[in-house]
């Protein structure tokens, strides 16, 4: 997980945004108490929830508190937590009818990392057991809410198996009537290669009978029949996002062509993003080649820098129409050959070059040497995305004057997401500090950004959570 953004830079960054801004941040035990006590909390438009398992009847209250505010929010937990955080969904579907988004990732195997001595002596991570009691919960949240759009899940087939299940009795009663449901967004996809699409029957009637204008799926046996349905009956679906990865071979499976050239002429505007997850030189792609088909974005998580230039030249025939191509490389950079601290910059941007004849409008980049390839390719993309490799160890000046300089290359109206992951106790020279105290977070915030997105990092450790 993140480290916890230091409360007092996030309640300095309240002051300077009006009471028509909004604010996403991922707030963990550490600032829970400091952020959703303060009176301001209410310009936080959405949160995202890890173990609560430190000062629990606190922070149980405090979450309860602000959610009769927030429209949106992702649980994000491990086995130390999952009573806390069951009760608080119960809360969710009794209490909180208003919510209109909600993310469920059970984290598996993984710990809490906030030091709550729990101890899981079989090392089970999440069970069968565990997901028929978040299946309960999930049902009576989608049974009882009249607002919720967007049910999003991302574990194991057992979970997805659940939202299909709990969305299906809302569809239908005992009387076999169909419900009428507002329903927007469905995502039974999973990162994970053993995660199916769950009950194909019931996602058949909710395919069919329902207002879904998005869904989120695996690319694996059960697609054919989906893409089917989708021929079939279009029905109100706007998007259709894919997830490929390649952590098993049997995971891609080869659509019939003409499958892809009827969803394009019977669902003329359905817009289809494709997500490549562990791609490598060893990746089998998925056989989309369809004149009718408009592929909206590509996102691609690559395991090898060294693989973006194949992915390039293979998608190089849909520069007419690919509105967003996103780059992820969560692989161990500089264990790549022929890659350091020092260079790393310049392969990437050497590599992004190809980039140039994409009709790109946004790249995700981890990057050593940010400030150029942001000043690069600032006149092409509307959203950039900065993330740091926890890998590189060497600190440069540029990578905390990002900040800064991203905001001055977007005009007011765009939006700017932070996702510093180094800590900032790198910092040595007292000058930057100094500059980053008292400009950044200010500068920033009296952007008027429309959305100001900070992803949690290590401040208070150099004493940025004061703003001069």
Not at 409 to 422: D, I, P
Request: aromatic fraction near 8%; glycine fraction near 4%; include cysteine.
């Amino acid at each position: 997980m993140w480290d916890s953004i230091a409360p007092v830079v996030l309640l300095n960054i309240f002051k300077y945004l009006s009471l028509k801004e909004k604010l996403s941040a991922s707030l963990t035990c550490r600032n829970w108490r400091n952020v959703l006590e303060n009176p301001r909390c209410f310009l936080l438009e959405s949160i995202h929830l890890d173990c609560i398992c430190s000062q629990r009847n606190k922070n149980i209250h405090l979450i309860k508190k602000f959610l009769r505010q927030s429209e949106k929010i992702t649980f994000e937990w491990s086995r130390c937590c999952e009573n806390d955080i069951l009760e608080i969904l119960q809360s969710l579907a009794i209490q909180f009818n208003h919510i209109r988004e909600i993310t469920l990732k059970p984290r598996g195997r993984v710990l809490c990392k906030r030091r709550c001595n729990y101890f899981d002596p079989e090392n089970t991570g999440i069970s069968v057991k565990d997901s028929d009691k978040v299946a309960d919960v999930l049902k009576l949240i989608v049974s009882k809410s009249s607002h919720l759009r967007l049910v999003s899940c991302g574990f194991d087939q057992c979970f997805g198996d659940a939202v299909i299940s709990a969305v299906h009795e809302k569809l239908f009663s005992r009387s076999t009537q169909v419900k009428s449901t507002s329903l927007y967004g469905l995502s039974i996809a999973s990162w994970a290669c053993e995660v199916g699409t769950g009950n194909i029957e019931m996602l058949t009637n909710i395919l069919l009978f329902s207002n879904l204008h998005w869904l989120c799926t695996n690319w694996d046996q059960n697609l054919s029949h989906i893409l089917d349905v989708i021929c079939d009956n279009p029905g109100h679906l706007q998007v259709l996002s894919l997830v490929v990865h390649n952590m098993s071979p049997d995971c891609i499976v080869t659509i019939n062509p003409n499958i892809w050239d009827s969803l394009g002429k019977l669902v003329p505007n359905l817009q289809l993003h494709l997500i490549l997850v562990e791609a490598d030189e060893t990746m089998s792609f998925p056989d989309i080649f369809c004149p009718t088909m408009t592929l909206k974005s590509l996102t691609i998580v690559f395991q090898s820098i060294h693989f973006i230039d194949n992915v390039v030249e293979y998608f190089s025939w849909y520069s007419h129409c690919l509105e967003s191509l996103g780059v992820h490389c969560m692989g161990e950079i500089l264990n790549e050959p022929n890659i350091s601290p020092q260079n790393f910059g310049s392969f990437l941007r050497n590599s992004l070059k190809n980039l140039r004849r994409l009709a790109i409008s946004g790249v995700h980049i981890t990057d050593n040497d940010v400030l150029t390839i942001a000043t690069e390719f600032s006149s092409q993309l509307q959203e950039l995305n900065i993330f740091r490799s926890d890998i590189v160890k060497e600190c440069m000046a540029t990578d905390y004057v990002v900040k800064l300089t991203l905001a001055q290359l977007y005009g007011l109206e765009k939006t700017v997401s932070l996702q510093l992951r180094r800590p900032w106790t790198a910092i040595s020279n007292p000058t930057i500090q100094r500059r980053i105290r008292q400009n950044t977070f200010k500068y920033l915030a009296k952007m008027g950004l429309s959305v100001l997105e900070i992803i949690p990092c290590v401040l208070q450790d150099c004493g940025i959570g004061e703003i001069n």
